[in-house]
């Protein structure tokens, strides 16, 4: 039996004292999140918000098995929000542009009420004509058909999930639309996890199910925030655990009690919002940097590829990664790094004689009060932390940090600067 099948199925169960302890904890890390963007200024919270939604929308196709040119829908994310972009890509589907349109729907225009009229237009947004000639759906409409979710290889098939019969789904859409309206019913991250599980288990279209129920759980994450600013990808923490998504939601949905879904989804939400660390984190060493440096004069294309390095490029500064990612010969890239070191802004690593790497300058021009600077283990990662005016920091290290740091290419102290040093400008 399937929790459809119960009698008054949506008024879900579950451990308020269990789910209500997580949910603080997410509250906490929402809470700390805020607080270090309320450091920076509004553009660069809109660029964290331009790579977080593309991260977003890149992740929920691929949880689908659809794979999306990153730069493309970097680009179009970036064109719609007004975020200077310098990897522009004219060159958009159809597919990336309706994916586009209704994530920044969902969370830029969350405060509009959920009708069926705007579910039809995602799901005519997410099916253009193109990919609807590769096989036959009602596009902009509720199925007509039964829906089987089905696994295994072909003659040992396994029904994971039978949704509600045609008949009942737009009765079941219309309680759904009212639930998710009311405004007696605040937003809150257990609202979003259940509208996902409730959506889902409706299953109310052919196709796009799991990409429009993803949007409306970021819609009500909005709502949570009360904001139009996107700081963390829920679909990008999604698809890296996505094995347990699908079991957990085929648990919940055979069961009455969906305690552990619950769980399992404020636990991906958690490690959404620590993982966007790293895309704040890029974006405060980014102002910093800028700032330090607002001086030296540079050609368009020295800040588009330190821009690269400083929105989170994990490979090393090299002349050779110059030269591909500027598209340039070797020696226009030697000439351009040459001339960046003259001006203080890039310096090479001691020790290398051939493939010379370079680090970016994050000194200041006096020296830092920073204290007590050393490496912390937490949960398989590797966090640089530091007290600044006796209150404790603390950054997760990239990768290519991590492999600068072990090979003596940058110090603890050189690091603490790239990743602290923005908070001289508070």
Known sequence: MFIHELDNWTQFAWNHDIVDAKLAEVSQALGYMRGRLSMVGFDEQLKATAESVTQDIV???????????????????????????????DTMSHYVEGMVSVSLDATRNYKQPLTKERLFA????????????????????????GMQVVSGNMGRERVCYEAPVPERVPGEMERFIAWFNAPDIPATPIKAAIAHFWFVCIHPFDDGNGRITRA??????????????????????????????????????????????????????????????????????KTYFWHIHEDSVCSE??????????????????????????????????????????KKMLRPVQGNVRNIAYNMIFDPHSSLPFEDIHIEDCEKQKYICMTYKKQLYRERLSEGDLQSLTQAERSLEDLAYKYFAYLTLL
């Open 59 to 89: 992740s929920s196709s691929e949880i689908e098995g659809v794979t999306l040119n990153t730069r493309s829908v970097r680009s179009s994310v970036a064109r719609r929000l007004g975020v200077p972009y310098e990897d522009a890509n």
């Open 122 to 145: 995602w799901h005519g947004e997410l099916f253009p004509v193109e990919r609807t000639r590769l096989y036959p759906i009602d596009v902009g409409q509720y199925r007509k058909v």
């Open 216 to 285: 409306l759980s970021d819609m009500i994450l909005a709502r949570v925030e009360d904001s139009n600013l996107r700081y963390y990808s829920m679909s990008k923490a999604i698809y890296a655990d996505r094995k347990n998504y699908y079991l957990e939601l085929e648990r919940a949905q055979r069961g009455t009690d969906i305690t552990n879904w619950l769980m399992w989804f404020l636990n991906t939400l958690l490690v959404a919002v620590k993982d966007s660390d790293t895309v704040i984190g890029n974006v405060l060493n």
């Open 301 to 342: 294309r020295q800040k588009k590829i330190l821009n690269i390095y400083l929105s989170g490029y994990d490979g090393k500064l090299t002349a050779k990664n110059w030269a591909r990612l500027a598209e340039v010969s070797l020696d226009t890239a030697n000439r351009d790094i040459t001339d960046l070191v003259e």
